[in-house]
């Protein structure tokens, strides 16, 4: 069975900082790895996605992931995170066949002035 | 275009009454899927159309919950005798087709928070 574990339940970071999110799968085979934002109120957004290639994918809004197969894990990073950036975070597993997404427990973001 | 639509966006019933949750997904997209948000349980799925059909209802949690999707289009997820546990944010999404070899990006609407009293 597909799984997504996100450790961090809750993360604070000061604007400007840098930002790593943790992802870890479990697939039986290829997987394709999803993140998506959550603002309050609003519906998933997707950021960036990973099928097949480079590792290392850009999303929107200066965001960006890298897969790591030996490590089963999906991490996403911002350089340097802008008050708008807090929300919650989600990342998602999917594979081939009808694309039923499994998704992590969310992280939420605080960004600090 | 316009995005996939829920309505309504906040339901509030008693316990033991039926609701109907509706969404509509992107023109042309021909599979669509329902989530459900709760706090204990994160994003779950809980069942895939494809066209009308519904091949995947295993993410359905009882034979309370049931969902029909007419025309290829519009859906409805409906609860019967909601308990306080059904209290969540349901989600839809639409995609183009289903996955065979290929991805294509799911859509989210924004959702229907239901509290259930």
């Known amino acids: 069975a597909q799984s997504v574990t996100q450790p961090d339940i809750h993360i604070t970071v000061s604007e400007g900082a840098s930002l790593e999110l943790r992802c870890n799968y479990s697939?039986?085979?290829?997987?394709?790895l999803f993140w998506y934002v959550q603002s309050p109120g609003q519906g998933l957004q997707l950021l960036l996605k990973y099928f097949s290639g480079d590792t290392l994918v850009q999303g929107i809004k200066g965001f960006e992931a890298e897969f790591k197969r030996s490590q089963s894990s999906f991490n996403l990073r911002k350089p340097s995170v802008h008050w708008s950036d807090a929300a919650e975070y989600f990342c998602?597993?999917?594979?081939?066949?009808?694309?039923?997404?499994?998704f992590g427990q969310g992280t939420i973001l605080t960004v600090h002035p | 275009g316009a995005g996939v639509s829920q309505s309504p966006s906040n339901k509030v019933t008693e316990k033991g009454k039926d609701v109907e949750l509706r969404c509509d997904p992107i023109s042309g997209h021909t599979a669509l899927y329902w989530y459900r948000q709760s706090l204990g349980q994160g994003l779950e799925f809980l069942i895939y159309f494809q066209g009308n059909s519904a091949p995947d209802k295993s993410g359905l949690p009882s034979d309370r919950f049931s969902a029909e999707r007419t025309g290829g289009s519009v859906s409805t997820l409906t609860i019967q005798r909601t308990q306080q546990e059904d209290s969540a944010v349901y989600l839809c999404a639409s995609s183009l087709a289903g996955q065979r070899v290929s991805y294509n990006e799911q859509f989210f609407g924004p959702g229907t928070r239901l509290t259930v009293l």
């Open positions: 998602a597993v999917g594979g081939v066949g009808y694309g039923k997404l499994t």
């Open positions: 697939y039986g085979a290829t997987p394709y």
